[in-house]
């Protein structure tokens, strides 16, 4: 069982749709990330949530507490948006460890 | 720049052969973590690290080895008892596990790949 589960693996786009990746967790956690990898393999962290919503720029992430529940949106999507999001909670209940959503492999065509 | 640095990018390993993996931060972070990542599975942690001279297994530690002499620095060695190796590793840090007051993201590098020959 994962403690951290994402929809839709798998997702192609056209230019300028907008796209929506699912989060659900089930542990008790104090951040969730959403991170970005690309191709060559490097990560990089766009959020680190504890509530509410973040922006910044065409990406928008929102988390629901009650419902264990995060999503990642952006807007206008371009194909340098190409990467695969990964989704990951810092569990209170294990030593503060971080658990891993899969991924969710994006392909934005122009 | 401050960042974690890992080398090499592509590592080859002969059979019944030990490797290093050199991961090597200057962000001043307390904490380092190795992970392991495979197609279709999330990351998945090998070791971590919260202060130097000290470091706790993940949940697939079997097959690895770790040192943390300098807080700068957290190689893996992926020895020959590891019968699957083949995989891309990850290298990460944050300030402390438990730095109080607000969350602190994890940084990564830019991955080994590590192929048997």
């Known amino acids: 069982k994962n403690e951290v589960e994402q929809s839709p693996q798998n997702l192609t786009a056209q230019e300028g749709e907008f796209i929506t990746i699912n989060c659900s967790y089930s542990v008790g956690i104090s951040a969730l990330h959403w991170l970005q990898q690309h191709p060559g393999g490097g990560i990089v962290s766009l959020f680190m949530?504890?509530?509410g919503k973040k922006k910044h720029g065409r990406l928008i992430a929102t988390i629901n507490i009650q419902e264990k529940h995060s999503s990642l949106h952006i807007t206008a999507s371009h194909p340098r948006d190409s990467a695969v999001y990964i989704c990951a909670v810092r569990s209170v209940n294990t030593g503060n460890q971080f658990y891993f959503g899969t991924g969710t492999s994006l392909t934005v065509i122009p | 720049d401050g960042g974690i640095t890992q080398s090499p990018k592509y590592l080859f390993r002969k059979e019944g052969q030990n490797v290093t993996l050199s991961c090597e931060q200057n962000?001043?972070?307390?904490?380092m973590y190795w992970y392991r990542q495979d197609p279709g599975q999330g990351l998945r942690l090998i070791y971590y690290?919260?202060?130097?001279?000290?470091?706790q297994k993940g949940d697939i530690a079997e097959g690895y080895s770790v040192s943390r002499e300098k807080k700068e620095s957290f190689p893996l060695t992926v020895t020959s008892a590891q019968k699957n190796p083949t995989a891309f590793y990850l290298c990460a840090s944050t300030r402390g596990l438990n730095v109080p007051g607000k969350n602190q993201p994890q940084h990564f590098g830019d991955g080994t790949r590590l192929s048997i020959l």
């Open positions: 690290s919260q202060i130097v001279n000290d470091f």
């Open positions: 949530l504890s509530s």
């Open positions: 962000l001043n972070h307390d904490a």
